[in-house]
């Protein structure tokens, strides 16, 4: 089992706690799962997670939790860790937001992947690196969205461009984000088309 170091940036009012409810604890809010202030507004907590998913949220509530109905739960679904090693790991969560990470796999001829969306008017370049083994690249990106935007329904799709004397422009069907935390999509569970030139 993981030793497992979560860590939340909030400001709290005087006499307010952070809590860390879960699944393994069937969501009980103690203090058990009360985090500790360790730096103003940076909360943290490690416990050992044996339980594969696991299931998360954060409250907040009094220091002394004297009256359980003035808990306030984060809004969303509940987070989910997946693990499959038993190493120590960190996570930094940010309130009532999930961090999105997608990673594309192409073929080596592809030398640029932009992510673009309905929303916010995203429009990022993704990192790549060379995966040598399979004569691919990966292009990864992740970044912080608010649970209530992506409850509005926010839609992506790739735009890729191959390298060479002719390059290609392809364009892929969009996509519908989901709450999950992270978002990870092969080229092969893509449809994509060819841009006219």
């Given amino acids: 089992m993981p030793l497992v170091e979560f860590n939340l940036d909030i400001l709290l009012k005087y006499g307010q706690a952070l809590y860390l409810a879960n699944s393994q604890s069937n969501w009980v809010v103690d203090r058990m799962c009360r985090m500790t202030c360790i730096q103003d507004s940076k909360w943290q907590i490690s416990c050992d997670v044996f339980q594969t998913p696991f299931e998360y949220k954060y409250a907040i509530g009094d ?36 961090k999105i990470s997608f990673l594309l796999q192409t073929d080596s001829m592809t030398s640029i992947v932009i992510l673009m969306s309905n929303h916010d ?10 995966d040598s083994k399979n004569n691919q690249k990966i292009f990864t990106m992740s970044f912080y969205i608010d649970i209530f935007k992506i409850a509005l329904g926010i839609e992506f799709q790739y735009y890729l461009l191959t390298q060479g004397k002719n390059p290609i422009e392809f364009i892929s ?25």
């Fill in 63 to 98: 220091y002394f939790l004297q009256g359980q109905s003035s808990i306030q739960w984060e809004k969303g679904p509940n987070r989910i860790l997946n693990w499959n090693k038993d190493l120590a790991m960190t996570i930094k969560n940010i309130w009532e937001k999930r």
């Fill in 121 to 130: 008017s995203i429009q990022k370049r993704l990192r790549n690196k060379k």
């Fill in 173 to 197: 069907k969009p996509f519908t984000l989901s709450s999950a935390e992270q978002q990870y999509l092969n080229s092969k569970d893509l449809q994509f088309s060819k841009i006219s030139s």
